[in-house]
């Protein structure tokens, strides 16, 4: 497509629930990224996938949360059991990198969830 | 966890006037970037300086970089209403992006 784009755009669920965010990258971009951002705040980096290789995995804060990216397409980030803390917008971005040279990223809009 | 620091946390400031935002980051990079942000929802990319660059221009933007300190600033030039934003600065180490917490900048008319 032409831009990252992400879904749902805003979820609000109740604590314990599970929920899936879902991130369609730029066609062709092997890299993506997920982030979190709470409100006021800067970016989280939760996650990272390159291509083939095993994502980078260090920034997701709990077992609660995983992420997958099937095909070296779209990505789908999972949180199990929510909790008031994980309310956030959750962003994703995409990059040609390492095919560009450098790694510059291209954003989604971001998902919000509201967990009550 | 987060690499970079910005400073100052926000910047108030007339049309007209420069504005200017500094990072400070803590491991090695081989490039830093700026993004900007509106309305909390996705960021921008504005400019990229490399590790063996010392200032680069784009437009009304002008960035530093300064590796023996670790620091880089951004300077946005005679500053319009619609410069208001968050400004994050972003450090490349080989694939993996890490942002700051970003300089909150208001422009008023």
């Known amino acids: 497509g032409a831009g990252v784009s992400q879904s749902p755009s805003n979820k609000v669920t109740e604590k314990g629930k599970d929920v899936e965010l879902r991130c369609d990258p730029i066609?062709?971009?092997?890299?993506l990224y997920w982030y979190r951002q709470s409100l006021g705040q800067g970016l989280e980096f939760l996650i990272y996938?390159?291509?083939?290789?095993?994502?980078?995995k260090s920034g997701l804060p709990s077992d609660r949360f995983s992420a997958e990216r099937t095909g070296g397409s779209v990505s789908t980030l999972t949180i199990q059991r929510t909790q008031q803390e994980d309310s956030a917008v959750y962003l994703c971005a995409s990059s040609l990198y390492p095919g560009a040279g450098a790694n510059v990223l291209t954003f989604g809009a971001g998902s919000r969830l509201t967990v009550l | 966890s987060q690499q970079g620091e910005e400073d100052p946390q926000a910047l108030s400031i007339q049309e007209g006037e420069n504005a200017t935002m500094n990072c400070s980051y803590k491991t090695s990079i081989n490039n830093l970037q700026w993004y900007r942000q509106n309305s909390g929802r996705g960021l921008v990319h504005l400019i990229l300086?490399?590790?063996?660059?010392r200032e680069k221009h784009s437009g009304r933007l002008r960035v530093t970089l300064d590796t023996s300190k670790k620091s880089s600033s951004l300077l946005i030039t005679a500053s319009r209403a619609a410069d208001t934003a968050s400004y994050f600065c972003a450090t490349d180490s080989w694939g993996k992006l890490q942002f700051g917490a970003g300089t909150q900048v208001v422009v008023t008319p």
């Open positions: 300086i490399r590790s063996n660059e």
């Open positions: 996938f390159q291509g083939n290789s095993a994502p980078d």
């Open positions: 066609s062709g971009h092997t890299a």
